[in-house]
């Protein structure tokens, strides 16, 4: 049976080297993050408050982490003082709940949107529309001077149908370059793929990959 260790070895020979790899640790224990952190791994992404929270302080305090979950804003704070990088924010509400924190806190917290993908019964994400209108600064009371939006998360459809998932892939990759090209400072992270779709990915744009089970094993829920 290959390690953790193996699987990330092979994962970074198998990556092209300008495509950020997050190690998805959600419902592993400590011990297995520790074995990808020995590997080298230093970028790890939890989606739940509290198993965040709990995990960060165990951790060496060289990894960085990323939140890919659904975020309620009565949560921000279980969160946003340990990650560099809020990768699911997919409502007007959060973005501004983010915001206000970060005023607050005196920080600039870096988010990536949501676009929804998929036709699936989960509605989290904004939709293309709802994007652009979030980056022309439309329907937001305030200035959201202490946040950086760096890009754009998606979630391909739930499928083992490839023709589905690249689809998904394109309407998102078309959306990131439209931005880009319109010149917006600092917005150059388009983070799509997972275990079963990741190399689809590579090859429409992605520029951070999020694995879990291709490095850790199956989750035991
Ligand atoms: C769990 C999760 C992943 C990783 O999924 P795997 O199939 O285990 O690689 C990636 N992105 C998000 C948002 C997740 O919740």
Not at 11 to 38: C, N, T, W
């Amino acid at each position: 049976m290959s390690t953790i260790s193996d699987r990330l070895c092979e994962l970074r020979r198998q990556i092209p080297s300008g495509v950020a790899l997050v190690a998805v640790s959600k419902f592993h224990p400590v011990e297995r993050l520790m074995e990808a952190y020995d590997a080298g791994q230093r970028l790890f992404a939890e989606n739940r408050p509290q198993e965040l929270a709990a995990k960060v302080p165990q951790m060496p305090s060289d990894v960085q982490w990323h939140f890919i979950g659904h975020l309620q804003t009565n949560k921000l704070k279980l969160v946003l003082p340990y990650v560099s990088l809020v990768q699911s924010v997919d409502s007007l509400h959060l973005l501004e709940a983010i915001n206000r924190w970060a005023f607050e806190n005196g920080r600039v917290v870096d988010v990536l949107l949501e676009l929804h993908l998929g036709a699936e019964e989960t509605k989290q994400g904004f939709s293309e529309e709802e994007i652009l209108e979030i980056l022309r600064g439309e329907g937001r009371g305030s200035e959201p001077g202490n946040l950086r939006i760096r890009g754009l998360m998606g979630m391909a459809t739930n499928t083992d149908d490839m023709a589905v998932v690249e689809k998904d892939f394109e309407r998102i990759e078309t959306l990131y370059r439209r931005i880009k090209a319109s010149g917006m400072d600092g917005f150059d992270i388009l983070s799509i793929g997972m275990s079963g779709d990741w190399p689809l990915a590579v090859r429409h744009g992605a520029t951070m990959v999020r694995i879990g089970t291709d490095i850790f094993g199956p989750r035991e829920y």
